[in-house]
Structures are given as structure tokens and as C-alpha cells.
């Protein structure tokens, strides 16, 4: 079986700032991807500054073959220690990891990682050097798939400091209510669940740059989206072949485009009137493929769906054309290849305005938007 890195990291500023404190870097790489958290001293601009320096030089080294001494040798070099506070300038996490499930792990002061097998802890193995006079953390361990490696900055750690709590949110907190959702499906869930936690803590104050990076294995699942017919007619058997060769879960989006299946395959679209509901045309379904919907109107609803899961934590329960569509993409696909027609819709927009215009492109440009910010893995072609 295929399986894919499953990547999700977000911060929330101190309250007041305009920049955050706290820098991601990730990248891919040929046999997997490199990860770097890093939290400058202080918030604002200077620690934005310090953390932005210090991840763009670790994955820039890292990425060029540098090893990991070189690496920490030329930030610690660029970033020393503040001579007032005796404390790094930046302190970081490092994360390689390979499609095989190897790990390679740097620390160097930020809250120890945390990490979970079938909802339990799992021990990592850390092993103490000293590069520069600085004491890091490395670690090697497998990671398969379903387990959880989640990376906080120390805004995690101090979350409730001055509101709720007296101590602040301490690790072993963090580490029960990790261990409670750890089994959830995709990385970006678990992201989102700690820094609601965090905020609601700090009372929507944030007393610190606070950030949080989770990552998965997840299993490859395809999901091809088909909308629109091409611009020109005679494309339409290439269309058709198109349609055919996928692999996967296949969605038709739009009458026309379920037409020119229908006729090519010379299958019936059964439509399912028990999915009439929030003023969206019924779904349909044909053999040979996964799903028929209406056009524009239902992949502008799967947009609002999207954002309101991922934004506002609402579930998308409704089970008209956008909410199976919305469920199928957020939960049921990991790697979506939207195939999009530009043959102009009149019922849409005049025909004389250039693609730009067309409506139903632009919602489809935001469904990619919005499915990568999930972690997809989101190719867009125009037809």
C-alpha cells in the first residue's frame, strides 16, 4: 500500500502582534520531507526575524546534503545566545522524514515532541550531544502508519498563564489530551483541536507566539473531480479517455459533463431524489463512477462546508450534493486531481468575457485553495 506524509502546523500570535514568533519550514524532499519549528526569543518582529533565519538556514543546509553539524554549527554561529538573559536566540526542532516511516529528530530547547501509537505513548529514544557548547537532542525511530508526532512551541506549554491557569497548560496536560485524539484521521484535526485548547486558555489573549505541527502516515486514496466539458468540442473523447484511465474515486460535477459520459458509456444518471435538501439539485449516481452532482451551485456550497470544518470545527452532516462531495474530499481522498472545462456556461456569465471571469473556475480555484490549506495533495488542469 501507498502511504503519504500527512503534514499540519498553525500558529496563533501573542496577542497585539502583528507577526508571529514562531516559524514552520517544510519541504519535500526526493525520498520524503524535512521539517523544521522554530520559536524566536521574544515575539514581534525581532523574534519573527530570529525563528524565520533560523528554519530557512536549517532546511536550506539540510536540503543542499549538509549534515547536521555543519547545520547547527552556521545557526548557532548566525543566531548566538543573548548575553543579557543567557538564553539561544532561536531555539528549533529539525524533523526528516522519509516515505519508509524512518525518522531522524533534532532538539534543541523547545518542549519535548510528543508521539503516539494505538492512542498510547510511544518512548523516543533521545540521545544528548553537545555541538558548540549547546546541548541538542537527537533521536532515530520508525514511525508507521496511524502514529502521531506532534511538535509545540513553548506557547503551548504556557498556555492559561495569567487567565486560567496559574502554571500555564503544563507538557503532561498537553500529553493527556494529545493521547485522547490521537487516533483522529488527518494531522490537520489534530492541529486544529490543540490550538483551540491553547486559545481558549490564554481567553483569546495569547500571552505568546504559540504553534503546533502534527504529522501522520496516512494511506494514498484518489479522488478525480471532473467539472465542466472542455472548451472545445472535439476534446471530448480525449475527455472521455480521461475519465476512463482514472484511478480512484470518480466525481462528476455539472449536467453537461455527466451527459457526455452518460452518452459515451451509454449508462443512465440515476438520480436520488432523497438528496433534494438546502435548495441544491438532487445527486446522481452512474455505473463507472462514484458520484454525479450539479455544477456550480453544489461546488460553491462544498467550499462553505470546508471552511466551516476546518475553521469553525462545524461537521459537514447534511447529505445533499455538497455535503457527500465535502465528506468524500476532506475524509475519503488524499490526493485530488480536479479536471476542470472551460467551455463558457451562458447560464453562468456572457460568453464574450475571458476566462478569468468564468464563475465556476473561480470556486474551483478556491476548492483547491482551501483543500490544500487542509493538507491535500491538489493538482488543478484546465480542458
Known sequence: MEYYIDASYKSINKFGEEL?????????????????????????????????????IAITMLKGG??????????????????????????????KLNNNGDCYMVEYENPPTFFYRDGCDVFIDRKER???????FESRFKFYPDDLLTVVSDGAVHAGVGEYLNLGWQWENINDFLRDISQKKYATDITNSLLDVCKTLYNDKPGDDTTVL????????????????PKNIEDDEEFIKRVEESRGVIVLSGGT????????WDEEVKIDLDGYENNLPPVGYMRGVDLVTEGLLTLNKTVEYIREY????????????????????????????????TAVNAAHQNPDFPIDFNIKLKVVVELEAILKEFGKSVTLEYV
Open 20 to 56: 508571529c514568533g514562531d516559524k514552520v519550514e517544510s519541504i519535500k524532499t526526493e525520498d520524503g520531507c524535512l521539517l523544521v519549528l522554530s520559536d524566536g526569543l521574544g515575539s514581534g518582529v525581532k523574534a519573527n526575524i530570529l525563528a524565520t533565519l533560523t528554519s530557512k
Open 66 to 95: 549538509s549534515t547536521i553539524d555543519e547545520t547547527l554549527e552556521t545557526i548557532m554561529n548566525t543566531l548566538p545566545e543573548c548575553k543579557v538573559r543567557k538564553l539561544a536566540y532561536s531555539t528549533f526542532t529539525i524533523i
Open 130 to 136: 553537545v555541538i558548540k557548547d549547546k546541548t541538542i
Open 214 to 229: 502534527s504529522i501522520k502516515f496516512q494511506p494514498v486514496k484518489y479522488l478525480n473531480l471532473f467539472t465542466g466539458p
Open 257 to 264: 459533463t455527466a451527459n457526455i459520459i452518460s452518452k459515451a
Open 310 to 341: 476546518i475553521y469553525e470545527g462545524r461537521e459537514i452532516a447534511s447529505d445533499d450534493g455538497a455535503g457527500i462531495l465535502g465528506r468524500l474530499l476532506l475524509f475519503d481522498a488524499s490526493h485530488i486531481k480536479i479536471v476542470a472545462g
